[in-house]
């Protein structure tokens, strides 16, 4: 009897931090009105994965799940089989997978990672398999994957029918899709912004309190008041955008300020470096809002250390008129 959508078998290879983070929102019934009604089935070559695992669910769920005896065993068994192996994983497994005849009977095998171009499952689809991309769109440090993807987004793209069989799974999981564009790379750059802005957060966060810890009297007080800070302003990003949300010194043109800043973070070369790169954008954020004018932009660019670009120079220059004839 052919199985309804709705209910689909789902298998998972690989066990680590995101196959386990997956897993536990697939099963976990409490969080969501409509939540995944399939099968599921993982398999991992370690035993530690899996006993994590097992560690997770308990306490969470009460829903049947099984432990497949081989990837081979699994994919078989699945309809839609989740990848979540290390990089340089995946492509000898695909290849290996696809030579099993028995094995192979047109599923959708998506894969988690967000870098490696879909030819990494080039073997499965050319055996008829239905391949894509399914990556979550958040942080999961290991031991942290049980809320680690509650209503996370998740970037989309391939085959048209493994794209619909990922929809309805982050549908299962109360997720946002984020349909990845069809130009060459496109994977590649979003995966590059989100390192950027997930591994930024967390530098940035260590050097400011690296930068304060001698101002405070307590180094947990200090982390708690950062962690509100960061939120708020991520808040305010959310609210308005980067150019509305941006505050400081630099927002607003104080020369002597940013000289203060300069002058103070001294003491820890990595801020110092950091405060010069990142704050050549919030001068570009500031003077394309307006709070600076070209001649502030140009002269705290020259503070900063930055090298002067005819390019931005030109593009100042046609913002200037547009805003004349605008006014």
Not at 205 to 211: D, G, I, N, T
Not at 272 to 280: D, F, W
Request: hydrophobic share 40%; aromatic share 4%.
């Amino acid at each position: 009897m052919k199985r309804a959508k709705s209910r689909p078998r789902v298998a998972i290879l690989g066990c680590g931090h995101v196959g386990r983070a997956l897993a536990v929102e697939l099963l976990d019934t409490k969080r969501r009105p409509a939540p995944f009604r399939g099968e599921l089935r993982v398999w991992s070559r370690s035993p530690r994965s899996l006993e994590r695992l097992r560690k997770l669910l308990e306490p969470q769920t009460r829903r049947p799940w099984q432990v497949a005896s081989s990837a081979d065993e699994a994919l078989a068994w699945a309809d839609v089989v989740l990848v979540c192996l290390a990089d340089e994983a995946i492509a000898p497994l695909a290849r290996r997978l696809a030579e099993n005849d028995r094995a192979i009977h047109r599923q959708v095998v998506l894969m988690t990672n967000g870098y490696l171009p879909l030819s990494s499952l080039g073997r499965l689809r050319r055996r008829g398999c239905a391949v894509g991309r399914l990556h979550p769109l958040a942080p999961i440090p290991t031991d942290r994957e049980l809320n680690a993807l509650c209503m996370a987004a998740y970037a989309l793209e391939g085959d048209a029918r493994a794209v619909r069989s990922a929809k309805e799974l982050v549908g299962n999981m109360q997720g946002l899709v984020l349909l990845l564009g069809r130009r060459r790379g496109s994977a590649q750059t979003y995966h590059a912004g989100a390192s950027l802005l997930s591994g930024g957060i967390v530098a940035l966060f260590h050097l400011a309190e690296r930068v304060m810890s001698r101002s405070v009297s307590s180094r947990a007080a200090l982390r708690d008041a950062l962690d509100d800070f960061a939120e708020k302003t991520l808040d305010n990003i959310y609210a308005c955008g980067p150019r509305e949300a941006l505050t400081g010194a630099l927002s607003r043109g104080s020369e002597s300020l940013v000289r203060g800043h300069l002058q103070s973070l001294r003491k820890v070369p990595e801020a110092l470096a950091l405060y010069r790169l990142l704050g050549g954008t919030m001068l570009e954020l500031a003077h394309a809002r307006g709070s600076i004018d070209t001649r502030e932009l140009r002269r705290l660019g020259a503070l900063l250390g930055r090298r002067r670009d005819s390019k931005s120079d030109a593009g100042s220059r046609r913002l200037g008129r547009l805003r004349r004839r605008s006014g």
